[in-house]
């Protein structure tokens, strides 16, 4: 498979630490990349250089064939890049609809003006947009709290919502933090399914997740990172059985299939 994103010596410093030193990834169009490692590693300081919410401080990230290196997070979810949050964010004082609505690309192109007027072509959009938030609702199992304040939500529940408000920008690659975090089992099960679902469809994911039985379970890839490195890649049953991860991971005594919690 093609990349569709890469990232070729990326480097963070923050006041003199070294949060990512020279990491080469990539991520296959179409597949299911898992990104892991302990603590500290430099996984999320990774992601929010990729997504456009860190800077990096050298290094270049191509993403679809474009260079897209401290490109601002808006602009990539107009080219199909988006990602969630491990804390999610929802509005709480908005409806559950609104938030999709808010998360949209489509009205955006209409200009001020249309807007503020709402012209013809606007009003035809949001009821467009309206039908299509429900859609993504309805495939997530939150249709029935569209109207509902986001605020009234379980942190489940908001994970759901939040991974419906990438689907209605209609990405390309969605970058996935710690998805299953904090959450039951049933949503848990429900994550896994709609990802993948949405796999089988042509969605690209990245996933960086603490649970590596969900990991080795549904990744075609694993990229291992330890101490801003990248340590190893490759196949799931191959790092599994990777003496450096294992010693960098867990303590060489420990298997890795046991770091995880059970969701199935």
């Not at 990232?7 to 020279?22: F, P, W």
């Not at 990729?50 to 602009?75: L, N």
């Not at 994911?205 to 490195?229: S, T």
Request: proline share 3%; charged share 20%.
């Amino acid at each position: 498979m093609t990349a569709i994103l890469t990232t070729h010596g990326l480097c963070k410093n923050y006041r003199g630490i070294k949060a990512v030193q020279d990491a080469d990834l990539s991520v296959a169009r179409g597949g299911i990349t898992g990104l892991i490692g302990p603590n500290g590693s430099g996984k999320s300081t990774t992601i929010d250089c990729i997504t456009g919410f860190t800077r990096p401080s050298s290094g270049k990230v191509s993403y679809d064939g474009q260079d897209i290196t401290g490109s601002p997070s808006y602009g990539l979810a107009g080219i199909g890049l988006v990602r969630t949050f491990q804390n999610v964010r929802v509005y709480e004082r908005l409806s559950v609809m609104d938030n999709l609505i808010v998360a949209s690309q489509s009205l955006r192109a209409h200009g001020w003006l249309p807007l503020m007027l709402r012209s013809t072509a606007v009003k035809a959009d949001e009821k467009a947009i309206m039908q299509e938030a429900l859609s993504f609702l309805e495939l997530v199992g939150m249709a029935h709290y569209a109207g509902a304040p986001a605020g009234i939500l379980s942190y489940g529940q908001r994970k759901l919502v939040a991974l419906a408000a990438c689907l209605i920008t209609h990405p390309k690659l969605i970058v996935l933090d710690e998805p299953l975090a904090g959450v039951n089992p049933t949503i848990i099960r429900k994550i896994s399914g709609l990802i993948e679902t949405l796999n089988e469809q042509g969605l690209t994911f990245l996933i960086v997740e603490h649970n590596v039985d969900f990991i080795m379970r549904h990744c075609d890839h694993v990229i291992v990172m330890e101490q801003g490195k990248k340590l190893t890649e490759g196949k799931p049953e191959d790092v599994r059985r990777d003496e450096r991860v294992l010693e960098a991971y867990l303590g060489k005594r420990v298997g890795l299939e046991t770091k995880g919690t059970a969701y199935a």
